[in-house]
């Protein structure tokens, strides 16, 4: 295990964990600015046996004249940035893997927030003339693309990125969005994202970042997330807000418990995490549920989730630590907060925390209103159709039960579909079924915005805002395209493999995924504001693979093979054969000029 200690200026609060560093700054007016950083780390038990782990940096600096010229903890590669490119917001994410939205959930913030596409995904909002905002992008690509060690600037084109208006929160047409679903997720890109950290890995909650356990899980998507964020009334007074996340779904080393009444393959596995000194479990609803059941006879949850005692004796599961402070959700069956602070442990002290069930938990995770799931139609070459299947969930039908006494109870959802431009979509074939039923389009399409694709110019954009009755079961999206033609120089090396149609996104406006806990009065950080905010269930869906008509890249080998061989052998025949022809001549007329001299010089000897 390791230990942690407290040097200089160094502040360490733990909240399941959390760290605070600060540190200022004279600017020279005799004015003060504070420069902030907060590490967290979150853990959740998952009900497919795996734990999900959520790291969460934030940094802060104000946005001041000094501003990417002298820091203390704020990283200056970013602030340049932010600088040069007149950056308002921006986005940056390389995920391996894909967030199982049925097992792990999707109507929670992390879920929300952190579940990305496969790939790449870069959004930026910048802050120039519109005339300005594509040549902004492109020089964001190249610097992305140096500073983290990836092919970010293959977002350059403009047949790789678009600008969408209704499904991200963008300034007038100023937000580039853009995805590589191909791109390779290695140890180099997270190093350049380590360093951005003040103390890197040596130090702090990203000391625990093992790469092989992070690259041998399930799922885990590093994120990098600036916004600017203003103190007060004078636009001067604005701050430059840095954060970096990294979730990983992993499955845990099975720590036997003893148990003699079930089998251990029934069982949550028990972990423990040593090297920490702070942790902060957050276990879901469906699970809060079963624990309560189970713990009917004790004592029933106190109201404000301070009652340490009560969680202590749980039936579910044991903690071999208690915790300092408990926060519950304010709705019934919901989530639990455990809170372990540094600060009332000693800086010599090692803290080790392990979970330990007892009993078979049956859970399930809250979902999103709606499931969807993409796939592709019809064979061959030439034609196909894209589907988006949008299934209900628990969450729709609770609606349903809430709002029974309004016979058009409706909500609505956000459809963004990028196509590739080879990717020839027929916008007019757009068809929706709901409930297995064919619609007419207006009945449940409110707005409708498409930006059809321009070959090798622009990829084709389709944004939909649906409004779908509360009793809805599923509906379905078909749409039909045409596959394209490259040039040679287009295809990439593993052609046959196929050609990526980036994720749709789905998202439900009317559905909040905040978290909302008793007690108020709380000192929150940065990590309990992200869990209650109140923002819009996002989900992805799949890459699809499409397979294109590709040529015989073997022809041309063949050809420049054949060909080469056969003008290596005439023309090597033919040299060879005239220059030994030539050598011959001069051999027999040398032998024979010498042959007479000789004669000549001795005529009685015998020539032979």
Same mark, same amino acid.
């Given at each position: ?263 251990? /393959? ?105 499931? /969807? ?61 709901? &409930? ?82 008793? &007690? ?89």
């Amino acid at each position: 295990m390791a230990l942690l200690s407290r040097k200089g200026t160094l502040f360490m609060l733990f909240l399941f964990s959390i760290f605070l560093l600060s540190a200022s700054a004279s600017n020279g007016s005799g004015e003060e600015e504070e420069e902030e950083f907060w590490e967290e780390l979150l853990l959740k038990p998952l009900p497919d046996r795996k734990v999900l782990s959520h790291f969460h940096f934030q940094n802060e600096a104000p946005l001041s004249d000094s501003f990417a010229r002298h820091h203390h903890l704020f990283p200056k590669s970013i602030a340049q940035l932010v600088k040069k490119f007149h950056i308002k917001a921006m986005e940056l994410s390389f995920t391996q893997g894909r967030w199982n939205y049925e097992r792990w959930g999707g109507f929670d913030p992390i879920s929300s927030h952190n579940a990305k596409p496969p790939g790449v995904e870069l959004w930026a909002v910048f802050d120039v003339p519109p005339h300005q905002v594509d040549a902004s992008w492109k020089d964001l690509t190249h610097a992305l693309s140096g500073l983290f060690c990836a092919s970010i600037n293959f977002l350059e084109s403009s047949t790789t990125y678009s600008a969408p208006k209704w499904t991200f929160q963008s300034a007038l047409g100023s937000l580039r969005y853009g995805t590589l679903p191909r791109e390779a997720v290695c140890t180099e890109n997270l190093t350049p994202w380590l360093k951005l950290l003040p103390c890197r890995d040596k130090a702090g909650l990203s000391a625990l970042m093992d790469r092989p356990s992070i690259y041998k899980s399930f799922y885990h998507s590093q994120r990098l997330h600036l916004t600017q964020a203003k103190t007060g009334a004078d636009p001067k007074n604005s701050r430059v807000v840095l954060e970096q996340t990294l979730t990983v779904v992993l499955q845990p080393n099975i720590l036997t418990g003893g148990t003699n009444y079930v089998s251990e /393959a029934k069982m949550q596995p028990s972990w423990s995490l040593s090297s920490i000194f702070g942790r902060k479990i957050n276990v879901e609803r469906g699970l809060v549920t079963q624990l309560e059941n189970l713990q009917s006879s004790t004592a029933t949850f106190a109201a404000n989730g301070t009652n340490l005692d009560d969680f202590g004796r749980n039936v579910g599961f044991e903690l071999s630590v208690n915790p300092d402070r408990v926060l519950k959700e304010v709705e019934k069956s919901s989530s639990i907060l455990y809170e372990y602070p540094i600060k009332v442990h000693k800086d010599s002290e090692q803290f080790d925390l392990g979970i330990t069930w007892k009993h078979p938990v049956i859970w399930s995770t809250p979902h999103a209103p709606l499931y /969807a799931s993409r796939f592709l139609m019809g064979s061959g070459n030439e034609r196909g159709a894209i589907a988006i299947c949008m299934k209900s969930t628990e969450s729709t039908q609770g609606l349903v039960a809430a709002n029974y006494v309004d016979q058009r109870c409706n909500f609505q959802v956000n459809v963004l579909q990028i196509v590739p431009w080879y990717i020839k979509v027929y916008y007019h074939t757009l068809q929706l079924f709901v &409930d297995e039923k064919p619609q007419v389009l207006t009945d449940f399409v409110e707005r409708m915005r498409v930006s059809p694709s321009e070959d090798k110019v622009s990829p084709g954009l389709m944004e939909l805002v649906l409004k779908l009755p509360c009793e809805v079961k599923s509906a379905v999206l078909n749409i039909e395209f045409d596959k394209g033609f490259l040039h040679i120089d287009e295809y990439p090396p593993d052609a046959n493999q196929g050609f990526d149609i980036p994720s749709a996104i789905i998202s439900f406006p009317d559905f909040n995924a905040g978290l909302q806990f008793s &007690d108020n009065s709380i000192s929150k950080t940065p990590m309990l504001s992200k869990l209650q905010e109140r923002s819009p269930v996002i989900s992805y869906t799949e890459v699809l693979l499409v397979p294109l008509t590709t040529p015989d890249f073997s022809m041309p080998y063949n050809v420049i093979t054949i060909t080469c061989t056969v003008f290596a052998l005439y023309f090597g025949s033919l040299l060879n054969a005239l220059r030994r022809r030539v050598g011959e001549e001069e051999r027999c007329l040398n032998d024979k000029g010498n042959t007479q001299l000789f004669q000549f010089l001795h005529p009685k000897t015998q020539v032979t």
